[in-house]
């Protein structure tokens, strides 16, 4: 396997709106980053991946971008973004864009000109059509909306105000192309792609929507065959030509088309996000991960990547509720668990992604009211419900558990004055345990999540073999400890995580040596709750 500096690296997601505001407004910006990337140095980060900056009306949180070569007037200026790359290259880091290709803002030019006539050059740089077919919308509701002054309708997989781009379109893929190069020739280090596996549809046997209500047809517009067409372009006319790393994220994308994606020989890119472990959540319960279904999924990923691919190792994003809500516990076993879930999947064969406020175990928002949410998705999914039919409480309950917004929350860095992220009330409620869990008092505490993470990233830097070395599951008594071993021609390293509040007897094998743990004194005998360790182990 090719030697490269992303498989090395360490990443660190930004939401920039949420992560630190200079300037008083209640909302994060890019001089806000600039200001906290010696926080990341601190931290032992590589690779920073800001999350859409770009102007943009604003309703999906910049994920809607009305120019790509234009900076948002909320987060600054181009010349700030310029400083920025700038003060993130002088400190030895990278910064890599999220790039949109799906579908731009309704107040793109282009767009614009797409909906002023039907005869328009740029008509055809959306996707129009007399008849709408029977789609849901990811963000619910229909996935086409009819125009007035043309009268057809236009399709958006995601919010109304996100016309999808035609691929199909030699011109518009071009004027893709042409922006992304552009980016790069400004010293960018690479991308995260956003919404990728939907960029073709497929719109055979499109059933009429009259009388049927909608339906997620979700084969009709993921990872449809031709795809790869329109990826190998995309690689050979941009990122191809420069030494960049690309991350896809591609809902839909299985293990058996691993070659194809992101093979190192035949990859249209170089690492992508599945989306499996998505669903792992215990149904019934408030909290915790099926650790089964987990060893499976990821086991799966590891073995099919080993020796001809790599992995992008993640469990937490701005699209998801907080990983220690969701797959720990968040009331007693709240350190605990962050940094078992941390340790579990960290040292995986792959580059480990961390998002913002996941090193120091922040939770999910306990926001009882609708009034106190912001995103379009949550809000959404809200209107359609209840007008299904379903009542307050029962849609509330869903929101609680998962809306986007749980990780959205302002960045807290002290116990005081709106959590150190901003000197005025901020666009979007912190969590309230700011109060006491925030990165000062982290700090203090050698066994905080914080302080772990960053144990963490030192040793996978000083431990090649927890970069390159083969990934093998480990077999124990217990189903709820997730434990591995990596192992390279000169070394073997064990991880081991209980991912549940067991105690569970177990010593660890003659000679071996531990080397990172998230509870104090070793016990000998047992792991406790959530308990995690590292060792070496003889050869
Ligand atoms: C991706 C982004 C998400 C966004 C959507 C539409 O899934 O991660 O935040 O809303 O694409 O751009
Ligand atoms: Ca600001």
Redesign the pocket.
């Known amino acids: 396997m090719k030697k490269t500096w992303w498989k090395e690296a360490v990443v660190y997601q930004v939401y920039p709106r949420s992560f630190k505001d200079s300037n008083g407004d209640g909302i994060g910006d890019l001089k806000g980053v600039m200001q906290k990337l010696d926080y990341l140095v601190e931290l032992g980060i590589d690779v920073i991946w800001i999350c859409p900056m770009y102007k943009s009306p604003n309703i999906?949180n910049g994920?809607d971008i009305s120019d790509f070569q234009d900076i948002m007037e909320e987060m600054g200026t181009m010349d700030d973004f310029d400083r920025l790359l700038d003060g993130v290259h002088k400190r030895g880091m990278k910064l890599i864009l999220d790039l949109?290709l799906?579908?731009t803002s309704d107040e793109h030019p282009w767009f614009i000109e797409s909906r002023s006539s039907r005869d328009n050059p740029k008509r055809d740089w959306y996707i129009w059509r007399e008849e709408p077919t029977n789609w849901e919308s990811i963000f619910s509701g229909p996935a086409w909306t009819f125009d007035e002054t043309t009268r057809q309708y236009y399709l958006h997989l995601?919010a109304e105000k996100?016309p999808d781009v035609n691929w199909e379109n030699p011109e518009l893929r071009r004027a893709l192309y042409d922006m992304t190069t552009w980016w790069l020739d400004k010293g960018v280090d690479g991308f995260r792609l956003?919404?990728i596996s939907h960029i073709k549809k497929d719109y055979s046997n499109m059933p009429n929507p009259k009388g049927r209500g909608y339906v997620p047809a979700w084969e009709k517009m993921t990872d449809v065959e031709g795809i790869l067409g329109f990826l190998k372009e995309l690689r050979d006319k941009t990122f191809a030509k420069y030494d960049v790393m690309t991350v896809g994220?591609a809902n839909g994308v299985t293990t058996d088309e691993i070659d194809e994606w992101i093979g190192e020989e035949h990859g249209v890119m170089d690492m992508l996000f599945q989306f499996e472990t998505w669903y792992l959540r215990k149904p019934d319960e408030p909290c915790g991960v099926n650790v089964d279904a987990l060893k499976g999924v990821l086991t799966r990923w590891q073995e099919a990547a080993q020796g001809i691919s790599w992995n992008a190792l993640y469990v937490e994003?701005?699209?998801r509720s907080r990983i220690v809500s969701t797959w720990g516990d968040d009331t007693v076993y709240w350190r605990e668990s962050a940094t078992a879930v941390g340790f579990m999947y960290f040292f995986m064969q792959g580059t480990p992604f961390i998002y913002q406020g996941q090193e120091i175990g922040m939770t999910n928002a306990p926001f009882e009211d609708l009034v106190l949410y912001h995103d379009v998705?949550t809000l959404n999914f809200y209107r359609y419900k209840k007008a299904e039919g379903i009542e307050h409480e029962a849609i509330m309950q869903m929101i609680k558990m998962n809306s986007?917004d749980h990780s959205r929350t302002p960045m807290q860095w002290q116990g005081e004055g709106y959590g150190g992220f901003s000197t005025s009330k901020p666009w979007l409620d912190l969590n309230p345990n700011y109060t006491w869990l925030n990165v000062e008092a982290q700090r203090q505490n050698p066994l905080s999540v914080f302080n772990l993470y960053k144990q963490m990233i030192a040793l996978r830097k000083n431990k090649e073999v927890l970069v390159y070395g083969a990934y093998k599951l480990f077999k124990t008594w217990y189903a709820c400890v997730y434990a591995y071993t990596r192992e390279d021609k000169k070394e073997k390293v064990l991880v081991l995580s209980n991912l549940k509040d067991e105690l569970c007897a177990w010593s660890p094998p003659e000679g071996a040596v531990l080397l990172l743990c998230n509870y104090g004194a070793e016990d000998p005998y047992s792991l406790r709750p959530y308990e995690a360790r590292v060792y070496q182990l003889e050869k």
């Open positions: 999906d994920y949109v799906n579908h995601y996100q956003d919404a994220e994003n701005h699209d998705k986007r």
